[in-house]
């Protein structure tokens, strides 16, 4: 399998290894700026970041597309190729749900078709949710589907990092249950192949640190404008803290200001502190890669 890698990178494998080592602990978790595109990818790359994750919703966004499997997944895995040949750094894929269809007209060749393109780009994780239909995909599918990603992914020689997401709190499906039914689920995502999981929704430190202690893997919070910092979900026992869309919802909120600004007054104000022509230029040309 080719891997899009500069050169100059660690081979597939190799960053694959080197992600997972990421998720072992240690005086920070992992932190995750979600890009979209190549010039995002650079940014955060250049902001010291150790790893780079796509987010579904602000790829879709940027192509035209509203979040929750509605972008062509040919756009999706163009944008993700993009991304990994821009970067020297292990890069994980939000798949969604895997881009195979509803529950009721899931297709598993079409799962295996989105994990190979996934690894064909260079990736080396992948986000994989269970809520691609109205309900929650059951538990028992959900593992299998995991399974099958497992499998996919030890054909190609690369140990993907397998982040298992369950939205039993996002959706608010489950109300008072929604601990007992999370536990359940990573329980039957770990024994299917998965690596970490991925509870988006909690903010309460509380329950964060319960996940965290009763799950024997590690636990990925999604965090934003209003969450506990870095250091306190560190200290209840997250090890890795993503920001989904909302790095890309920063971006878009800058485009709105400046254009309100400029089509009202005619001032340039927020235009301040852009980064210069050339700067943008250096993120891409072959001096700054060393």
Not at 6 to 33: C, E, I, K, N, T
Not at 74 to 101: H, K, N
Not at 166 to 171: E, I, K, Q, V
Request: net charge negative; with cysteine; hydrophobic share 45%.
């Amino acid at each position: 399998m080719t891997s899009l890698k500069p050169q100059h990178a660690l081979s597939q494998p190799a960053q694959a290894d080197a992600f997972r080592h990421m998720h072992a602990g240690g005086a920070v978790p992992l932190v995750l700026v979600n890009v979209w595109d190549a010039a995002s990818a650079r940014l955060v790359e250049k902001a010291g970041a150790r790893a780079i994750a796509t987010s579904s919703s602000a790829i879709s966004w940027s192509l035209g597309y509203p979040d929750g499997s509605h972008v062509p997944p040919r756009l999706a895995f163009d944008a993700l190729r993009r991304i990994t040949t821009a970067t020297r750094l292990p890069v994980t894929a939000d798949i969604e749900a895997g881009y195979a269809g509803a529950d009721g007209a899931f297709d598993d060749g079409l799962l295996r078709q989105t994990v190979t393109a996934v690894l064909e780009a260079g990736a080396v994780g992948v986000n994989i949710e269970d809520s691609g239909g109205i309900r929650l995909t059951d538990a028992d599918e959900q593992a299998r589907r995991i399974s099958l990603v497992r499998s996919i992914a030890a054909e190609s020689g690369v140990n993907l990092f397998i982040n298992a997401r369950t939205d039993t709190y996002l959706s608010g499906q489950f109300g008072d249950t929604a601990f007992e039914e999370t536990l359940e689920r990573a329980e039957r995502c770990l024994a299917a192949g998965a690596d970490g999981i991925f509870v988006p929704g909690v903010t309460d430190l509380h329950i964060l640190h319960e996940l965290s202690r009763r799950i024997p893997a590690p636990v990925n919070a999604l965090a934003g404008l209003g969450s506990a910092s870095v250091g306190e979900l560190h200290d209840a026992g997250v090890r890795r803290v993503s920001i989904g869309g909302n790095a890309a919802k920063a971006a878009y909120a800058t485009v709105s200001r400046v254009a309100a600004e400029i089509l009202g007054d005619g001032n340039w104000s927020e235009l301040a502190g852009s980064p210069s022509h050339s700067d943008m230029d250096a993120l891409f040309s072959p001096e700054g890669e060393g």
